[in-house]
């Protein structure tokens, strides 16, 4: 089974521009998460999207935005780019999403590396 | 509020010697937790999760982690090390939003 795969590898932006990052999950996993990964601050939580629904939310500005789509498959825009968003993207995905008793095993995609000059 | 510590920021251990690596954590709840390695350049691999059950837990690569909940620990071990196995290792806790500790890098000396 192909693993989570992210597009592209590597994106070099100016400040002020957009960007946007595509992910696509495991085969049947229905949950995607996206995180930010800086030398500085370690890995972060952005956020987690569930059949086309965000679930959840970090504490990222509104500049960091996502959306999943109905085959499952996750995009991450981040607008008027700042020299400070430079880091790893990381996507993970996971099966299910559930209120009730569940598991929440995730699996990391390569990343994408994010460099703003 | 949930976190992650992991006390240790880089570790050297002789190729075939033990190793441990610490995880506190801080959860409201009974956590769920994970052990991921990441090697540089790459994302994270899942080395073995702990949802419920028997606290000793096995992953991949002959890695074991033990949960006490006394302690509020998870720590990660393997009996001996291997040179491939030097990479950086982070804790999680968390579910819908899984929180990291900051990571551990471990070097191996041949």
């Known amino acids: 089974k192909a693993g989570v795969t992210q597009t592209p590898r590597y994106l070099i932006k100016t400040r002020g521009q957009q960007v946007t990052l595509s992910c696509s999950p495991i085969?049947?996993?229905?949950?995607v998460s996206w995180y930010q990964q800086t030398p500085g601050q370690g890995l972060q939580f952005l956020f987690e999207?569930?059949?086309?629904?965000?679930?959840n939310k970090g504490n990222f500005p509104g500049r960091f935005s996502g959306r999943q789509f109905s085959n499952s498959r996750s995009e991450m825009n981040v607008s008027t780019l700042e020299l400070g968003d430079s880091a790893l993207y990381l996507c993970?995905?996971?099966?299910?999403?559930?209120?009730?008793?569940?598991?929440?095993?995730?699996?990391f995609g390569p990343g994408t590396r994010l460099t703003v000059t | 509020a949930q976190s992650v510590t992991q006390p240790d920021i880089h570790i050297t251990v002789s190729e075939g010697a033990s190793l441990e690596l610490r995880c506190n954590y801080s959860?409201?709840?009974?956590?769920?937790l994970f052990w991921y390695v990441q090697s540089p350049g790459q994302g994270l691999q899942l080395l073995l999760k702990?949802?419920?059950?028997?606290?000793l837990v096995q992953g991949i690569k002959g890695f074991e982690a033990e949960f006490k909940r006394s302690q509020s620990s998870f720590n990660l071990r393997k009996p001996s090390v291997h040179w491939s196995d030097a990479a950086e290792y982070f804790c999680?806790?968390?579910?819908?939003?899984?929180?990291f500790g900051a990571g551990t890098r471990l070097t191996v000396k041949p």
């Open positions: 999680a806790v968390g579910a819908r939003d899984m929180r």
């Open positions: 999207y569930f059949s086309e629904t965000q679930r």
């Open positions: 085969s049947g996993h229905r949950s």
């Open positions: 702990y949802f419920s059950g028997d606290t």
């Open positions: 993970a995905s996971s099966l299910a999403w559930s209120s009730g008793s569940f598991r929440y095993e995730q699996y």
């Open positions: 959860y409201g709840a009974t956590p769920y």
